[in-house]
């Protein structure tokens, strides 16, 4: 299911996006043959130093396009695992554990393998509201971070998501306005249209 669907957005850029995403493989292919076949006459191979280099710009590239997607307010944080209050961590389907903002709109979901369905029928719980508070700072290191509050019809919790400098990786600390059930969801950030989430029943 397209993540724009989900906040009942009609998405009608299928064939620039499309292109673009061909635009950012082809980039990246040619980065990647650059750091294979690079040699001087002499058959040299790149050097551990110039590797280096080379991952560190497609590092910048992908931090690059997650800092876009986050200033238009238009990203998903798809989440492979997860930590619990008491330092517990599991990894979880990225499919179906995810924070996801679209303007004022905003889903947090969480999606446990177990027998019990749960509230939003995939074993966890999705809030799905809207979002009354943004605020981003960015520190010395070039770490983005963002303080969110998120209001849902039956649900609301406090959210600092945390993306690292020098790539797409990221953290969003959760904490619901029942018990003290924080948790904290690390994965990737990926630009609300290229992602691939699947929404459950919301509370």
């Not at 299911?1 to 990246?28: P, S």
């Not at 992908?62 to 008491?86: G, L, M, P, S, W």
Request: aromatic fraction near 10%.
């Amino acid at each position: 299911m397209h993540y724009f669907r989900i906040f009942g957005v009609l998405y009608k850029k299928e064939v620039r996006m499309f292109v673009k995403r061909m635009i950012l493989a082809v980039a990246a292919m040619l980065l990647v043959a650059a750091g294979v076949s690079a040699q001087d006459d002499g058959g040299r191979k790149l050097t551990k130093k110039e590797r280096k280099a080379l991952q560190e710009r497609m590092d910048s590239l992908a931090n690059a396009e997650a800092q876009k997607a986050i200033d238009d307010t238009a990203f998903v944080i798809e989440a492979d695992e997860v930590t619990f209050k008491r330092g517990y961590t599991a990894h979880v389907d990225a499919g179906t554990n995810f924070v996801g903002f679209c303007g004022d709109k905003a889903v947090v979901q969480v999606a446990f393998n177990v027998p019990w369905p749960g509230f939003n029928g995939l074993g966890g719980i999705t809030l799905d509201g809207y979002i009354s508070r943004y605020e981003k700072t960015t520190d010395k290191r070039g770490n983005v971070y963002i303080r969110a509050s998120v209001n849902g019809s039956g649900l609301s919790a406090q959210l600092l998501v945390t993306l690292w400098n020098g790539g797409r990786e990221a953290s969003v600390s959760i904490q619901p306005n029942f018990r003290s059930a924080r948790l904290t969801l690390t994965g990737v950030v990926v630009p609300a249209e290229e992602s691939r989430v699947f929404k459950g029943r919301a509370i």
